[in-house]
Structures are given as C-alpha cells and as structure tokens.
C-alpha cells in the first residue's frame, strides 16, 4: 500500500502563485509515477501534470507554461509548482501514483485526499 498526503493550499489572488506537495510512503518502490488531477466544482478529474521515475514530464494543454513538476526522491515527494494562476484553476487537487508510466486515470493505484485551490478574480 501507498499513502499520499498533499499539502499546500489554499487561497490566492489571480495571477499568484502556489506550490501544492505531495509526500509519500508505504510500499514506494511500486510506484513509476505519479500525477495530479483537479476536480473544479461540478467536473469530474483530470490530468493536469505527471511525472515518471525518471523525470520524465507531461502536461495538459491548458497549464502549460504555467505549472511545473518536481520530485525529491529523497523525500518521496512531489512538487507542483503553479503559476499566473486562473479563476479557473480552483479545484480540489488530488495526488496520484500508479505503476504505469503515464498510465492515465484508470491506472492510477492510489489517491491522496486532496487539497483546496482557490483562486479569486
């Protein structure tokens, strides 16, 4: 088992920033990556940033350029870093891992318990 725990928000004026964490622990050595899905109110989750073992990175279209993804693996921990942040971007913002490489939703193993982003016009 995986326990993922994020950490880091809260509530931020348009155009600020904010840097969410996501620590994990348990059996960490299944994991090859791990993501971050917000929920805004009345949607359902998806993909906004990934990242594998390796480093490797994916974005959804609409933050790139904007958020950044990181991992300490020292830490078992994972950075997103958001920037010039949009109204639209307030959401619950749940953590992920999965055994597939950019596995997509269905293939995510585990799920944090999400953290609250908001951001006001």
């Known amino acids: 088992q995986v326990q993922l725990v994020e950490s880091g928000g809260g509530l931020v004026q348009a155009g600020g920033s904010l840097r969410l964490s996501c620590a994990a622990s348990?059996?960490?050595?299944?994991?090859?990556?791990m993501s971050w899905y917000p929920q805004p109110p009345g949607k359902q989750r998806e993909l906004v940033a990934a990242?594998?073992?390796?480093?490797?990175?994916n974005f959804a279209d609409s933050v790139k350029g904007r958020f950044t993804i990181s991992r300490d693996n020292a830490r078992n921990t994972v950075y997103l870093q958001m920037n010039s942040l949009k109204p639209e971007d307030t959401a619950v913002y749940y953590c992920?891992?999965?055994?597939?490489?950019?596995?997509?939703?269905?293939?995510?193993?585990?799920w944090g318990q999400g953290t609250q982003v908001t951001v006001s016009s």
């Open positions: 990242i594998t073992r390796g480093g490797s990175t």
């Open positions: 348990g059996t960490i050595f299944s994991i090859n990556s």
């Open positions: 992920t891992a999965g055994s597939q490489p950019f596995g997509g939703y269905d293939a995510q193993d585990y």
